[in-house]
């Protein structure tokens, strides 16, 4: 799944080395050092997964399936439990959304294709959304940035900032104007110049839901005037590193928007990783891209196989 020739293929091993050294090695330690499984072996793998922010309904659904999956087969040894830990968590990504944005954008008939971006401040959002510009302009489409959120003037500066360094067209209004508006003028604009796709940047004040609710309806009716079926996506970006933080704004957003898929920022300088197998498991919503770094180019396509591979390398 990634863009990048096969001979310089990525993995997540960088990304995820302190998730890895922090969670999975000693999950390794705890297997391979005891020959025979045992109740101490389990619960201190239970703890390790929650320590890794997996969250405690999937950590429980993942210790339950176990010890039935080797009661009913008869397993002994630890050396199995490591193979039989990693099927569990694959079984989660099963019957998520796998579909190539970037491809969903160059088939779509009818463009542009509209991607409303939401998330709570400080998680990285408009910084993301430079990076996902400059990223789609360097597959070949043409994106156009709107700044609708103009609730924060750090918020519209930043923005300009990443449209300047990804070379992108940023439609943008005064501090506090009407977000809905600034959102009916980028898509006029998308539409005049014959953009492949825009990006809508949003507030992130979720501490009072119900302005920001009825804030983001207003949005997507004001754009469907101009394209009826827009937003086609609703994305929302986390911070990898506040783990059930991140969880809990999920939880939150889908409350009263529907996300349809996610970016998660910061996940190279955590240990906190496991939190995207309790977002699998819980929400089933697909996870894009990943964030790894501070540069434009610092973003890049999630893929559950090489996740998972990294976890348990």
């Known amino acids: 799944m990634f863009f990048l020739k096969k001979k310089k293929k990525e993995t997540f091993d960088d990304e995820l080395k302190i998730t890895r050294e ?70 989660f990504f099963i019957g998520v959304d796998k579909n190539d944005l970037e491809k969903t954008i160059k088939n779509y008939s009818k463009k542009p294709y509209v991607i409303m971006v939401v998330g709570v401040n400080g998680v990285g959002k408009t910084t993301t959304i430079g990076k996902l510009a400059f990223l789609f302009k360097k597959k ?59 990006l809508i940047d949003t507030a992130g004040r979720l501490q009072n839901r119900v302005s920001l609710m009825e804030e983001l309806s207003k949005i997507s009716r004001v754009m469907k005037k101009i394209i009826p079926e827009s937003p086609h996506e609703i ?27 996610i970016i998660l920022t910061k996940i190279e300088g955590t240990a906190k990783g496991g939190v995207i197998i309790g977002i699998m498991d819980q929400f089933k919503i697909p996870i894009k891209y990943i964030g790894i770094g501070e540069t434009i180019k610092d973003l890049k396509k999630f893929d559950e196989i090489e996740f998972i591979n990294s976890l348990f390398q």
């Open 22 to 91: 922090s969670f999975f090695s000693k999950i390794k330690n705890i297997i391979f050092l005891k020959k025979s499984i045992d109740i101490g072996v389990l619960d201190q793998i239970e703890n390790l997964l929650l320590s890794a922010d997996v969250g405690t309904k999937t950590t429980i659904k993942i210790i339950n399936n176990l010890e039935n999956t080797i009661k009913s087969n008869g397993y002994k040894y630890t050396k199995d439990l490591y193979n039989l830990l990693k099927k569990e968590i694959n079984n």
């Open 140 to 198: 070949g489409l043409s994106p156009i940035i709107g700044a609708a959120d103009t609730f924060r003037a750090a918020a519209i500066n930043q923005l300009e900032i990443w449209s300047n360094k990804a070379e992108v067209p940023l439609i943008k209004q005064h501090i506090n104007a009407d977000p809905a508006s600034v959102s009916y003028d980028t898509l006029q604009s998308a539409k005049s110049k014959n953009k492949d796709v825009v």
């Open 235 to 261: 994305m929302l970006i986390l911070d990898a590193s506040t783990g059930q933080n991140a969880f809990e704004q999920v939880k939150k957003f889908i409350s009263f928007v529907k996300i349809s898929s």
